[in-house]
């Protein structure tokens, strides 16, 4: 089992920015990858953004590509979402993705946090 805990959400202006952070514990963080998704208000839970835990590649959805930067630190078993630019569209909850494989649009990781709160005011 992997327990994840997200953090640093929040209401931030359009344009403003905030770094979610996601500590995991219970396994070996290095060998997870690593994921956000949110969802918003009536919608259905979308990708964001991943990082694989071996080859350190990132993927990101095309609506936050440019805007949004995943990254991990392993000696603190964290992720963290560095989002720019917020837009009101960004609205919703974000949740955190762990997966021994590849965390991708199509493919949804095996454990999940709770997911924490951003609302972007216009």
């Known amino acids: 089992q992997v327990q994840l805990v997200e953090s640093g959400g929040g209401l931030v202006q359009a344009g403003g920015s905030l770094r979610l952070s996601c500590a995991a514990s219970g396994r070996t963080f290095s060998v997870y990858s690593m994921g956000w998704f949110r969802q918003a208000p009536g919608k259905e839970r979308e990708f964001v953004a991943s990082i694989h835990w071996n080859s350190g590649r990132t993927l990101y959805s095309d609506s936050v590509k440019g805007r949004f930067t995943i990254s991990r630190d392993n000696a603190k078993n964290t992720v963290y979402l560095q989002m720019n ?8 909850v974000y949740y955190c993705n762990a997966d021994r494989g590849l965390i991708a649009a199509a493919r949804a990781g095996e ?6 709160q951003i609302t972007v005011s216009s």
């Open 85 to 92: 630019g917020l837009k009101p569209e960004d609205t919703a």
């Open 111 to 116: 454990y999940w946090g709770e997911g924490t």
